[in-house]
């Protein structure tokens, strides 16, 4: 019996070189057994094989091989690095077995791989970290999760990714990781004891959270299967959905009737969307989630009714914006009012906001020149923004511009290969593309043509807000 070490319960990197020498030595399956350090195993065999030392040749396995090893091997199965390895036996023998989806072999791993993944979702999903004393110089965040299996590395870039400006830690039992703005640190997994409970910011997420909870589409059982129970412990929304589940019928009658009747702001009875609206624009008025916001006056947030049908979404503010602390006011601002008065648009029923919430510029002597925010920026800000939608709900949004359609649909593309024809945002959403205003202030050629086409989409967009009412 070969007996081979792993560095970790999901130490990919490990298996494969293992593996890889092992199936050169054409070793079969039941004569190696795998071992996670700390979690003992099989003394009597004989660790570290001739087959191993045979040394880290090529071979050859198809892509989805491997990303399937990657995902399964993070399940909590004791069997994984087995069936991964009888598998990979078989994959050098025949690429093509992939492929083939009755196989049970194939079968057993999809399904761990699925597992995972599924896992990996939810942790994604359900992290709520909760605000801690720093250790003197600013805040901290600590969350506390128990995934089913060993996600916790995987699901680490996500976090950085997300919460880059943030101090925070994710404690889980087996591992624990920590961030610091810099540097991904881990340490022994924690106990929920040592991660904190409820903090003021909760509040404010309660009152969120109710204000889109949607009754007319609660579905029970898919909530339930979406969001086990385990995860509500750490889920300060939570809290409210016995009451919500008790209160939707009501709630439905009130919401086909409230939407029968627009309320001005501060008439609303009950939960005030306007309210809840207000709190994310003061939560975002201390946002520190990118670089941005160092050098910008002010966050500039969306503004309009809170039940606006039509959506418009711009790039980040101008230099105007930045000082007046209000979307679209400059220059571009004035030429969108004038578009949207000749398509017959009008301004105060929409809500207008930016994919990016803070001005960013290149000082150029007295000059503040615009500057474009780049993918990450835009994912950053995506938090707001998908919060704004999520709140608002509108029927249609416009995408000004390049920026505006990536963080609406979540990737980059051009505004020629989508404009005049509907799309769908990531958050379901009906979305028509068109040129930014400040396009049209650059464009020297055709300028009024230019112009015509941009009047001409909005009165198309303004048919199609109708049609849907
Ligand atoms: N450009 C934008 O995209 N948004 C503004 O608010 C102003 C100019």
Redesign the pocket.
Known sequence: MHVFDLAAPDDFDGWRDHARGLALAAIPPEKVSWRVAGEGGDLFGQSGSQANRAGYQPLSVPRAFIDLARSAICHSDPERFALLYGLLLRVCATPAILTDKADPLIRRVEALAKAVRRDLHKMHAFVRFREVEGAGEGMRFVAWFEPDHHIVRAASGFFVDRFTTMDWSILTPDLSIHWDGARLRESPGATRALAPSGDPVEDIWKRYYAAIFNPARLKVKAMMKEMPRKYWANMPETALIGSLIAGARNREVAMVEQSQKWLPDGQEEGLSTHAIWSDLRKEAAACTRCVLHHCATQT?FGEGPVDARLMFV?????D??DLAGR????P??QLLDRALADAGIDRTHAY?T??VKHFKFEQRGKTRLHARPNAGEIRHCRWWLDRERALIKPSLTVA??A??AHALMGRALSVSSVRGTAQMAMDGGETWVTV???FLLRVTENKEAEYRRFVDDLRVIARRLEALA
Not at 314 to 318: L, N, R, T
Not at 327 to 330: H, K, L, Q, R, T
């Open positions: 500039v711009g790039e980040q503010p101008g105007q914006e979307a679209f006011v400059g571009a601002g207008v930016n994919a000004l511009g920026t505006a930014h205003p400040s």
